[in-house]
């Protein structure tokens, strides 16, 4: 079942209830004299037509920042501290406007209005078919050829108590990238004193469409530009995934993880079997597979764990928690020395990894996986926590 909202008026009906993370604990009112959260703005670069693109600083006054930019809604930076208090950012990207225009896989984006693949760029919805970009061999990805991660969003600053934030909308027309009916985004990314990134991604449509946001950080919590992160411990609260095809189209089974190496429900590290001859392994040259997650609320309203992430040398903790069905783990897999992130040095295979909150790819050709189906007077609404803590 598809979590929306049915709207009365102008007003969306929704219930969250939100959990901290105990290793942090609550947060306390500041102190006076004590740092504040607080939101800088700068120009990051300009687009080909002219356009300014601002960055937004949002820091929560506990050691904690992030970077933000209106294109692409795109998390540039996430500098969080380790287990003695140095502060490193953890998240890949560029230092540039131009790379990230030209080259870039995805690194920090909002991805939508489908986040990965749909096969064969095909969907039919209430008996008409529709055909997308093939942008990824014969398939669809990401939304296209100028998917929501290559649009420039509007960006409107959130001061609260305890956090900052920033509204990002964007309004996509029918049509767009064959997409069918207007729909009006709205992505709401909230820095805590608890050190979460809470993301809040909300859509209506006036005529029948699909819908699947997600984020698409890329990390690494030893530090950007670090190495590799094979040694990182990777927990998912799944038990099963969705086995893909040589095109990586899920085939339509949940098939069990137990006895492979798509096995994580317990701490073992990402790079223990990631050179198995297991099939799905191969396939993907390593993870790139949507894992379903172990929900107690298959209505998809309430927040519940997906997963952790372990650094050992750091000791930097990160823990998802969301109201999506699944989860993609993509292991880097493609980064191959040409890219230079912002610490000046290159990204290789496994150099940071995607643990991307969603519904399941190619759902509109799925009836037996969650729909992904939007209709008007309903609510895309979907909510995803990513925190972070130490450990050790």
């Known amino acids: 079942m598809r979590r929306f909202t049915r709207r009365a008026g102008n007003v969306a009906v929704a219930v969250l209830l939100v959990t ?10 500041p102190a006076a004299g004590t740092n504040q959260p607080r939101i800088d703005r700068d120009v990051f670069g300009t687009m080909p037509d002219g356009t300014a693109i601002n960055r ?3 820091s929560n006054g506990r050691g904690m920042k992030i970077r933000v930019l209106t294109y692409g809604g795109i998390i ?3 500098e969080v501290p380790d287990r003695r208090g140095r502060t490193g950012n953890v998240a890949l990207g560029f230092d540039n406007l131009t790379d990230y225009l030209e080259r870039s896989p995805y690194f920090g984006c909002i991805t939508g209005r489908y986040a990965n693949r749909i096969a064969n760029g095909r969907f039919t919805l209430d008996g008409q078919t529709y055909q997308l970009a093939q942008n990824n061999g014969v398939n669809h990805l990401h939304g296209g050829n100028v998917g929501f991660d290559k649009r420039v969003w509007s960006a409107t600053e959130i001061r ?26 709205t992505v709401t990314y909230r820095l805590t004193r608890n050190n979460e990134i809470r993301m809040d991604y909300r859509a209506t449509t006036d005529a029948p469409t699909i819908v699947n946001l997600t ?33 990586l189209i899920p085939t339509g089974t949940l098939d069990p993880v137990a006895g492979t190496p798509m096995d994580f429900r317990r701490p073992t590290a990402i790079g223990e079997r990631i050179r198995n001859s297991f099939p799905q392994l191969v396939i993907g040259q390593g993870y790139d597979h949507n894992y379903v997650l ?15 992430v372990l650094d050992p040398s750091s000791g930097r903790v990160l823990s998802i928690r969301t109201t999506e069905p699944g989860i993609q783990f993509y292991s880097g897999n493609f980064l191959d020395g040409t890219l230079v992130g912002t610490s000046g040095r290159v990204y290789r295979q496994t150099d940071g990894f995607a643990l991307e909150t969603q519904h399941f790819p190619d759902s509109p050709n799925k009836p037996q996986f969650p729909t992904t189906v939007l209709r008007p007077g309903q609510t895309y609404d979907t909510t995803t926590i990513y925190a972070f803590s130490t450990a050790g």
Do not use: C, W
Not at 161 to 184: I, K
Not at 224 to 241: C, M, Q, V, W
């Open 215 to 247: 984020n698409h950080t890329y990390f690494n919590l030893a530090g950007e530009g670090s190495g590799t992160i094979e040694d990182h411990k990777l927990t998912l609260n799944a038990s099963r995934y969705t086995p893909v095809d040589t095109t």
């Open 160 to 185: 609260e108590r305890d956090t900052v934030g920033l509204r990002m909308t964007y309004t996509s027309p029918a049509g767009e990238e064959n997409y069918p009916g207007t729909l009006n985004t």
């Open 56 to 58: 937004y600083t949002l």
């Open 76 to 78: 540039q930076t996430i």
């Open 20 to 29: 901290g993370f105990a290793a942090l604990g609550p947060a306390a009112p």
């Open 294 to 308: 172990d929900r107690r609320d298959n209505t998809f309203r309430q927040l519940e764990s997906a997963g952790t």
